[in-house]
């Protein structure tokens, strides 16, 4: 005799966690997320400069990879087990310049000075 799904009473149940777990997780299995989903990226501005914090356990300082264009920055690592990127879009125009970072027990604090959106130009 073949069991029908209809007369379990939790199917329901399971089917909406099971879907509510996989919006969390941005329809991406967790433990594939680099580094087991364990990855933290949080930005922090002030009037003068944003900071990105991110935690990466696991990785060494001389694994990381860090760009930045303005107005994103990207992580890359790339460990023995795993790797990891992620492009954070900041919330205003920076001077790529002017960053600098730290790496301490596997958290990385970069910091980057705000600019001006625009340029003035002159009428001739």
Not at 51 to 72: E, F, M, Q, S, T
Not at 114 to 122: E, G, L, P, V
Request: net charge negative; proline share 2%; with cysteine.
């Amino acid at each position: 005799m073949r069991r029908d799904d209809r007369d379990d009473p939790f199917d329901d149940i399971f089917s909406e966690i099971e879907r509510m777990m996989e919006g969390m997780a941005g329809g991406i299995d967790a433990a594939d997320a680099g580094f087991g989903g364990d990855a933290h990226v949080s930005v922090y501005e002030t009037d003068d400069e944003i900071r990105v914090v991110a935690d990466l356990p696991g990785v060494d300082k001389d694994d990381l990879r860090i760009k930045c264009d303005g107005r994103n920055v990207t992580v890359a690592a790339t460990t023995t087990t795993s790797e990891y990127e992620e492009r954070i879009q900041l919330p205003g125009r920076v001077d790529e310049h002017s960053a600098s970072a730290s790496f301490n027990n596997g958290v990385l604090e970069i910091t980057l000075d705000r600019t001006d959106s625009s340029a003035n130009i002159d009428l001739s």
